[in-house]
């Protein structure tokens, strides 16, 4: 019934800058939390950001003063730039959303995108 589709990842040098969105669509009746994880190969999937629909903010040490993330509510859609890219932040960018999909439902779901591969050479 929901879907996240992101979009925006590439291939970019080290010190570059790319934008990821991710936009929710299908049967929503609000979104609590939307947020970026990552997955390097090897890795485990990690928070990057979270920002929740009042618009606060939550980074991984590692991105903050880099990344920033935002939201527009009325598109239903996340936002994550990210500047000065290192080779670390090289990964795949999944797109989650924790969603209600109905007044009468009461409870959160949790959704995620397909993922977008970042790739950042030095």
């Known amino acids: 019934q929901v879907q996240l589709v992101e979009s925006g990842g590439g291939l970019v040098q080290a010190g570059g800058s790319l934008r990821l969105s991710c936009t929710a669509s299908g049967r929503i009746f609000s979104i609590d939390v939307m947020g970026w994880y990552r997955q390097a190969p090897g890795k485990q999937r990690e928070l990057v950001a979270i920002i929740t629909s009042g618009g606060s903010t939550n980074y991984t040490d590692s991105v903050k003063g880099r990344f920033t993330i935002s939201r527009d509510n009325a598109k239903n859609t996340v936002y994550l730039q990210m500047n000065i890219l290192k080779p670390e932040d090289t990964a795949v960018y999944y797109c989650?959303?924790?969603?209600?999909?109905?007044?009468?439902?009461?409870?959160?779901?949790?959704?995620w995108g397909q993922g977008t591969q970042v790739t950042v050479s030095s």
């Open positions: 989650n959303a924790r969603l209600r999909i109905s007044f009468i439902r009461s409870g959160f779901d949790s959704w």
